[in-house]
């Protein structure tokens, strides 16, 4: 088992920046690709973006590439998301997801772990 819990969202203006980060405990997190979803009011569940412990490879939904950073720091269990130049369709609800062998990092049935997710809101 993994537990994941979220932290770092918030109330921003446009143009602004947040921090999320997603504390993990349980199995070995370095064995785990990492990922961060969102779901706004009405809306499905969305790929965000991910990063493999292998290479740290990193991926990314086109709407938030090059303004969004993920990272992970293997030693504390941790992973990140930056997020800048944030606009008010970026509101959304996040969420940290952990998994093993994913092969589709936007397929949200590939992942095993979800957080209870943390609140972001962009005004305008």
């Known amino acids: 088992q993994v537990q994941l819990v979220e932290s770092g969202g918030g109330l921003v203006q446009a143009g602004g920046s947040l921090r999320l980060s997603c504390a993990a405990s349980g199995r070995t997190f370095s064995d785990y690709t990492m990922g961060w979803f969102r779901q706004a009011p009405g809306k499905e569940r969305e790929f965000v973006a991910a990063?493999?412990?292998?290479?740290?490879?990193?991926y990314y939904a086109d709407s938030v590439k090059g303004r969004f950073t993920i990272s992970r720091d293997n030693a504390k269990n941790t992973v990140y998301m930056q997020m800048n130049s944030l606009k008010p369709e970026d509101t959304a609800v996040y969420y940290c997801?952990?998994?093993?062998?994913?092969?589709?990092?936007?397929?949200?049935?590939?992942?095993?772990?979800w957080g209870q997710g943390t609140q972001v809101t962009v005004s305008s």
């Open positions: 990063i493999r412990w292998r290479r740290s490879s990193t």
């Open positions: 997801a952990a998994g093993i062998g994913v092969a589709v990092v936007a397929t949200i049935g590939e992942w095993d772990y």
